[in-house]
């Protein structure tokens, strides 16, 4: 029986309103430069596919990975063939922008299924990797109190789809791993990673019919029932 659904965030409940690229661009109008955001944006997809992702470690990550976001910046901007003076005051701005009202929206499935899941007595959490900027993000879009629990990778010190972060949505739960059902837009991150720990999991989000399938793969009623 489902007694937990858990979420991805960034391609399932949440989507960026412009692409990270213009963002970039928008703010480096602040610091004097006129960028393309076009071009920035074709540069951030190639870094974004060819930079590993921070590494895993014991614990919390001391930075919240904010390191690895300048990372992140530095080299867009350098793969675009821009130069920023100040780059430091200009990587603030755009890193706080990112957790600010405005950033991100909601899927327009998203505040139906929440109400929808909580009437029915399903608890509620979030699996993302993100840090935690993530939780000033839903806190402005009006769902951060859905949630009873919201684990973030950069506060565990893994990554999906280690088998690390889905364990500890089922101990703060305090439920078995197969009582949870992880909904996320990402085959190797949300579906084979939750699976390989346990739990139940779906392909849900992104460009796919938004969360469709949700409520056909909740057995409400267990085994038998």
Request: hydrophobic share 40%; aromatic share 10%.
């Amino acid at each position: 029986m489902i007694r937990v659904v858990t979420f991805d965030a960034a391609g399932t409940l949440i989507r960026l309103v412009d692409p990270p690229g213009h963002t970039y661009a928008k703010k480096a109008r602040l610091f004097g430069y006129d960028l393309d955001p076009v071009r920035v944006q074709d540069a951030f997809g190639v870094v974004w596919k060819s930079l590993s992702p921070p590494p895993d470690s014991g614990g919390p990550q001391p930075d919240d990975d904010r390191h690895w976001w300048r990372t992140l910046v530095a080299k867009t901007i350098d793969q675009a063939q821009y130069k920023i003076d100040r780059f430091d005051d200009y990587f603030k701005e755009v890193y706080e922008t990112f957790a600010r009202s405005g950033a991100w929206e909601l899927f327009p499935s998203v505040p139906l299924i929440l109400t929808e899941l909580n009437r029915l007595g399903i608890r509620l959490g979030v699996i993302s990797n993100f840090d935690r900027r993530l939780y000033a993000v839903l806190l402005h879009l009006g769902v951060r109190d859905a949630f009873e629990h919201v684990i973030i990778s950069s506060e565990i010190g893994v990554r999906k789809p280690g088998a690390r972060i889905f364990l500890e949505a089922a101990q703060r739960f305090g439920v078995s791993a197969h009582e949870i059902l992880h909904v996320g837009d990402d085959p190797e991150s949300d579906l084979w990673g939750a699976r390989a720990a346990g739990l139940q999991a779906i392909l849900a989000g992104g460009k796919t019919t938004h969360l469709s399938g949700l409520f056909s793969s909740i057995n409400l009623h267990g085994p038998g029932g």
